[in-house]
């Protein structure tokens, strides 16, 4: 297996919702990412798990909270979105924590907040 | 700090003819460079990548390589399909200074178009 899983693909959901986004790997990497992307934008780290270790993008929201429960898999909690939260939410693994043989993407959760 | 910057497009060329993306970085110490491809609607695939200068990273007749006197990492191709349209990111990953992990900081993408 040399995937990494994220479900759902798309998410509508209301601004008083809670919701998670899911994201699974089986390739035994240590190292695992939330990405943020707005259209015609490059990604923009949200947060790592390392070594199970939580690294924070201080930018980040509190209304998203990561969760690693272990180490092949990693959610992402959402609560009280804005609209401007709408984006494609891209999971990403490495093998080692220095990303040295590249990062693994899975193909995004599509989010729309209304 | 670290960052990536890379040619912005969008770059249109007609079916075989010669690609060139320019991207150079700033970094502390020795970081890893990629090139990852994203096509409409999906999530981000490597392309190639290299781990030290003077690497050369190649896939399906993509190259580039890791020039440290000039810190590129310019993507070539010689002959483009009109399958290569995309949009393709340089990148490196750098480490989170005190934070114990490391992260993918990207240029801002060039978009490829390749007419018939």
């Known amino acids: 297996d040399t995937e990494v899983t994220q479900t759902p693909k798309h998410l509508v959901m209301g601004m008083t919702n809670k919701k998670s986004l899911k994201c699974e790997q089986h390739?035994?990497?240590?190292?695992m990412y939330w990405y943020k992307q707005k259209a015609k934008k490059p990604p923009e780290l949200m947060f790592v798990?390392?070594?199970?270790?939580?690294?924070i993008n201080e930018s980040v929201p509190s209304r998203f909270s990561p969760e690693c429960p272990n180490s092949s898999l990693l959610n992402l909690h959402l609560h009280a979105l804005q609209p401007e939260d709408s984006a494609l939410y891209l999971c990403?693994?490495?093998?080692?924590?220095?990303?040295?043989?590249?990062?693994?993407f899975g193909s995004g959760t599509r989010l729309t907040v209304v | 700090g670290n960052s990536v910057t890379q040619m912005e497009g969008p770059v249109t060329l007609s079916e075989e003819a010669f690609l060139t993306i320019n991207c150079t970085y700033t970094?502390?110490?020795?970081?890893?460079l990629f090139w990852y491809v994203q096509y409409p609607g999906e999530g981000l695939q490597l392309l190639l990548k290299?781990?030290?200068?003077?690497d050369k990273g190649s896939n399906k007749g993509f190259e580039a390589t890791y020039r440290k006197e000039t810190t590129s990492f310019h993507l070539e191709k010689g002959s483009v399909q009109v399958s290569d349209s995309a949009v393709y990111f340089c990148?490196?990953?750098?480490?989170?200074?005190?934070?114990?992990?490391?992260?993918?900081?990207f240029g801002k993408g060039t978009k490829l178009s390749v007419i018939p």
């Open positions: 990403a693994s490495s093998q080692d924590g220095a990303g040295l043989y590249g990062y693994t």
């Open positions: 390739m035994g990497h240590r190292a």
């Open positions: 798990y390392s070594y199970e270790k939580l690294s």
């Open positions: 970094a502390t110490g020795y970081p890893s």
């Open positions: 290299a781990t030290k200068a003077d």
């Open positions: 990148a490196l990953s750098h480490s989170n200074s005190g934070a114990g992990s490391y992260q993918l900081t």
